[in-house]
């Protein structure tokens, strides 16, 4: 079993749609979640970033963490082609060097 | 504030060939990482540094992959000798500490091994 599970899609949505993102994880020690944000034919880039469980909004987008459930969340509120891209999951363990484990990044795609 | 800087970002090698990457960290980021992104899965580390330092390699191919981080600023990551499977996008990032900061990544060297 991977650490970090996800879908890996893809996922194509009209313009202006809600879109979820979900990982789940099997590792209990994480308290650090991230989501990134891949264009094709570029690096990943930090998209939002959480500790332990809870929400983050930060504009169209809400990241969720349910430690009980071992689940996080990613949501896109009027979603634009501009945001098709893959999302990539990461997470980390308290203190320590920051090893980040990535779930396989779910394909998305925004049609006009 | 420049990011950092990969080269080359593509590379054609036939295997058992020998290929080297280069990394630029962000000016002032202590610590540096390396990531092999195979295509339809998320980054793996290969390597870390802190300053000149290897804070985990545990991941890191040892008999054909080796990583040095000279002065503690740009590193190189090379493989020697190249198998069909190394075939992958290869990425370098830098943070300022590597506690719980943030990872920023660079555009990633493309490698194909023929």
């Known amino acids: 079993q991977k650490e970090v599970e996800q879908d890996p899609g893809p996922l194509s949505v009209p313009e202006g749609a809600i879109v979820s993102l979900n990982c789940t994880y099997s590792?209990?020690?994480?308290?650090?979640f991230m989501w990134y944000r891949q264009y094709s034919r570029k690096g990943p880039e930090l998209l939002m970033y959480t500790y332990s469980s809870g929400n983050k909004e930060d504009g169209r987008f809400t990241a969720q963490v349910d430690k009980s459930s071992k689940y996080i969340s990613l949501f896109i509120r009027d979603s634009q082609p501009s945001d098709s891209a893959t999302y990539l999951c990461a997470m980390s363990g308290a203190g320590g060097y920051n090893k980040l484990i990535f779930g396989a990044g779910t394909r998305l795609a925004v049609h006009p | 504030e420049a990011g950092v800087a990969q080269s080359p970002r593509y590379k054609i090698i036939e295997k058992r060939q020998s290929v080297a990457f280069w990394c630029n960290p962000i000016s002032g980021h202590a610590t540096l990482y390396w990531y092999q992104q195979i295509l339809g899965q998320g980054p793996k580390l290969l390597i870390q540094f802190q300053n000149n330092g290897v804070v985990d390699d545990s991941q890191l191919p040892k008999d054909r992959f080796s990583a040095e981080r000279l002065k503690g600023v740009d590193s190189t990551l090379k493989i020697q000798p190249a198998k069909l499977e190394d075939s992958a996008v290869y990425l370098c990032?830098?943070?300022?500490?590597?506690?719980?900061?943030?990872?920023?990544f660079g555009p990633g060297t493309r490698l194909t091994v023929l």
């Open positions: 990032a830098s943070s300022t500490d590597g506690s719980t900061d943030t990872q920023y």
């Open positions: 590792n209990s020690a994480f308290q650090y």
